[in-house]
């Protein structure tokens, strides 16, 4: 009763404004989009009411609180097609004299999704017309307002243009995510209390239930919120005479979004606000602890890498070489270790702030712009040539050296390179270490990059600071040319790679584009050593327009393959969510995995393990579906599902096993015969 006098007073004292809001001005201007103007028959695509409120207005979640009112929206369309309710982003509190709002006090973005019926025909129009009705509020009046809103679709292939997908994504992340555990609520007196589960490395950052579910709590009365151990409690004050059957509501994390729920009646204990936070303290203590070692040991493991190898061993030689003093040794030593640790703490941060903002970006995120593969690729088969002897330069870059050069600044931008093409690998303990550094606060998740650098530099830094290692090196002479030779080998190889990626990612045209950047690039290191060779001065010059027409074949290439460039192996199905749910419905098991053409680790457990004629056998035999999920381009979706489950990266291996049941997570190096003995 209190709340319809309130939201009637709230519209009675807009009276004034009313024939100006119902006329041609509103205080939040409201725009329908479609993430695809031409959605596939059969499909499901997403719309979005992206309201733009004025400043100092504000516009109401769907359980407005103690005054206000929910958004209402009135479809006009082909019949066929099917809308979804609204799903709002979590809402703010804004408490006016005494009264609690949910509200959002800057631009904002309700979704709805739609389904497109099979058998409509492609070339379709479908006008679609939405009546949209809200209140707009200001501190001292409210003011109902409506738009009429039109957008027509085209049925068609489904395209999605990846700034409108982007764009969408952004928006999603701003909704609530459903939370996979039972939430329980209990009612005693005036006392409500609700306990969530929620990990206790989980950050949070001033934590707020909103009740979707009227007359539980009251609105304006203040909630304590604590954490002790892996769940949180909320106490509030009850409504008077609240007995629910069950409680939906959001819990609000901090800015990084919240979780939807739906409670249960249960018996929840009073958690100690002391004893909660000293509990949450030592659980994130031990949560980075564990992280930073799982992170040590994996940088530690990726000096084997073939793009890491050469370059360390190249170095580990070259200060056996030079026969430097202690402290030379140890000062280079730890110049390599910070341009490592820089570069692994430079890509989390970049990491940290992305997500952030909302993006659904996970560990090696750069290698998912076809740039960045174009990048390496030219820097690593300059190294490549470089080694081979096409031409002998006393560095790859002006200035200061990168691999060639000794030194401290030499060893400092060696160690970042190291770092910069480890990136798209992960082994063991990697996966398990950076998907937990997302999830734990800002400077733990940092302490974690650091611990990957510091792994990764670990071999070099004990050849620094330990002499016994440095005099078991073998001593300098003719076969280290040999072995630099050698060493070319799997830099051209890494360069391969990365050639292939840059197909897969760009398509023929995009690869044809990247080989020819290195190419020239390549063709002005051989130019610039030619002049030093002849001693001339500014011998550097032809590395300028080389640089200019690398950038400009970078500027213009494709970046985007065609569909046929990223079809699954035979008999696996592509990723997706309503087919992984209509497959455990059917009580097969499932192997689902996910991987990514720049991820060697993936590449590798695909050829040796899942690829395995016996592993086939075996999975027909039992009727296993095999489902992968490509990440090579960052799908959303799947950078969703990965997010959900606690992961920032690939690989990542899921087994359903048949007739339903919790999915169990496999390690990240696979066998043959691991795969084969999974139970059916």
Request: net charge neutral.
């Amino acid at each position: 009763m209190i709340r319809a006098l309130l939201a009637l007073l709230a519209l009675v004292s807009a009276a004034p404004l009313c024939a100006e809001a119902l006329g041609t001005t509103n205080h939040i201007t409201p725009t329908l989009v479609a993430e695809s103007a031409t959605p596939a028959p059969g499909s499901r695509i997403t719309l979005a009411f992206a309201m733009k409120p004025d400043a100092t207005w504000h516009g109401y979640w769907k359980n407005p609180g103690d005054a206000g009112m929910e958004t209402l929206v009135d479809w006009k369309a082909d019949k066929r097609l099917a809308f979804g309710p609204l799903q709002y982003p979590v809402p703010e509190t804004l408490m006016i004299a005494g009264i609690m709002n949910y509200v959002y006090e800057h631009d904002y973005a309700m979704l709805v999704t739609l389904d497109v019926p099979k058998g409509i025909a492609p070339g379709t129009t479908l006008p679609i017309e939405a009546k949209l009705d809200w209140l707009a509020c200001n501190p001292s009046v409210c003011v109902p307002e409506t738009k009429t809103l039109t957008i027509t679709l085209t049925v068609g292939d489904g395209h999605v243009d990846p700034a409108e997908a982007a764009r969408f994504d952004h928006w999603r992340a701003a909704l609530p995510r459903p939370l996979g555990s039972p939430a329980h609520f209990q009612i005693a007196g005036k006392s409500f209390r609700l306990e969530i589960p929620l990990p206790a490395a989980a950050a949070t950052d001033k934590p707020y239930f909103f009740p979707l579910t009227d007359k539980v709590v009251d609105y304006s009365a203040p909630q304590s919120v604590t954490r002790e151990g892996d769940r949180l409690v909320v106490e509030a004050t009850a409504k008077d005479g609240a007995k629910p059957g069950s409680v939906e509501g959001v819990l609000r994390l901090g800015p990084q979004g919240g979780v939807a729920f739906t409670a249960t009646p249960g018996t929840v204990a009073a958690a100690t606000a002391v004893g909660a936070s000293e509990g949450r303290d030592q659980s994130v203590i031990v949560a980075t602890l564990v992280a930073l070692g799982g992170a040590i040991l994996g940088g530690l493991l990726l000096n084997i890498m073939p793009c890491v190898f050469p370059i360390l061993s190249l170095k580990a030689l070259s200060l056996a070489r030079s026969g430097k003093s202690e402290a030379d040794a140890r000062g280079e030593a730890v110049a390599y270790t910070i341009g490592v640790v820089a570069v692994c703490v430079a890509l989390g941060a970049i990491l940290l702030v992305l997500r952030g903002l909302g993006q659904l970006a996970g560990w090696a995120f750069q290698l998912q712009d076809v740039r960045v593969i174009l990048a390496l690729l030219v820097l690593v088969s300059a190294i490549a040539f470089n080694l081979a002897g096409l031409f002998e330069l006393p560095a790859i870059t002006g200035g200061d050296s990168l691999a060639a050069k000794g030194g401290k600044a030499g060893a400092f931008w060696t160690g970042a390179l190291a770092a910069f093409v480890a990136t798209p690998c992960a082994g063991p303990f990697l996966g398990v270490a950076l998907g937990t550094a997302v999830l734990l606060p800002a400077p733990a998740a940092i302490a974690v990059f650091a611990g990957l650098g510091f792994g990764l530099a670990l071999p070099f830094l004990l050849l620094g600071f330990v002499p016994a290692l440095r005099n078991r090196l073998p001593k300098p002479g003719a076969w280290m040319d040999r072995l630099r030779r050698i060493l070319s080998i799997p830099m051209f190889l890494t360069a391969l790679g990365l050639a292939w990626i840059a197909g897969r990612q760009a398509g023929v045209d995009g690869m044809a584009a990247a080989l020819a950047a290195a190419l020239v690039f390549v063709f002005g290191l051989w130019w610039v050593g030619r002049r030093q060779a002849a001693f001339k001065t500014g011998a550097w010059w032809p590395l300028v327009p080389a640089l200019l027409i690398a950038g400009a074949i970078a500027a213009v290439m494709p970046h985007t393959a065609p569909a046929a460039a990223t079809v699954a192996e035979a008999g696996h199905e592509p990723f997706g969510e309503p087919r992984l749910a209509a497959l455990r419905a059917e009580g097969r098991p499932v192997l689902l995995y996910f991987t990514a053409d720049w991820c060697l680790t993936c590449k590798v457990n695909e050829k040796v393990a899942i690829e395995r004629p016996e592993v086939a056998q075996a999975f027909a035999a039992k009727k296993v579906a095999v489902m992968v999920g490509d990440w090579t381009n960052g799908d959303p979706a799947i950078s969703r599902f990965l997010s959900a489950h606690g992961r920032s990266g690939v690989p990542f291996y899921l087994w359903y096993p048949a007739g339903g049941g919790e999915p169990r997570e496999l390690p990240q190096v696979l066998t043959p015969g691991m795969l084969a003995a999974l139970p059916a």
